[in-house]
């Protein structure tokens, strides 16, 4: 039988663009986490496990993490599922770089580093079909079935469909609480007793957490974040 877990996404969901407490850098910039979101956060994990599922690589997650000392986390599921481990300094990335083909093809496009399984790049702004470049780039590499996701400025290249869910499942654990906000946190929420969201997250999302009557948020960032994790907090001493 699989250990029952919280389960919570990092981007808009607890790192928002806000400044507060807890900085995290990334490629873009900082995201936050505020010293409430922490202190809940710490709170839940003293009674359930709390694993953190999201499309970043442990590079860095474990900006975050290391600013959390006081919570316990059960594991990470990463790069939206197809890195899974129960520490993050378990990786080795170390070895032959299998990208290096297709990168040396992309000369004006920027490599984002610590990914282990995917391919991630930064497509000039005067591309208009990065999918279409790079899906052309891996054919003539030998790496023609790949799967695509962009976002804004970035997109990645996945070796198969990846899955939040099945990550955290790979681990043993079965999602009581999940917490998420966008497309690649619907497996967790819809498979979650008790999933929750925010006014800010995708409609799909939403609809999801509200047929399967859980907690949506009125707020948003932060204040939303604080009243997410209060509720599931509420959740636990209910159902446990």
Known sequence: MRSKILVTDLDDTLLHNEPEEIPVLGRSGYRYMSEKSAELLTEISRIIPVLIATGRNAQSVRRLVRQLDSVRFCGFVLENGLVSRTHLDNGNTAGEDEWAA???????????????????????????????????????????????????????????????????HSLGFEPLIVLGDELNDLDMLQAAPYPATMSSAREEAKECVREKNGYCSSFASHAAS??????????IHKTL
Do not use: N
């Open 102 to 168: 297709v990168t040396r093809m992309l000369p004006d496009w920027e490599r984002l580093t610590g990914y282990e399984r995917c391919l991630g790049m930064i497509f000039p702004s005067s591309v208009e079909e990065p999918k279409g470049v790079l899906a052309d780039v891996l054919s003539r590499a030998g790496k023609s079935e790949y799967l695509f996701y962009q976002e804004r400025h970035k997109i990645f290249a996945y070796p198969f469909f990846p899955s939040k869910l099945s990550g955290v």
């Open 226 to 235: 604080e009243d997410i994790l209060t509720w599931a907090i509420e959740m």
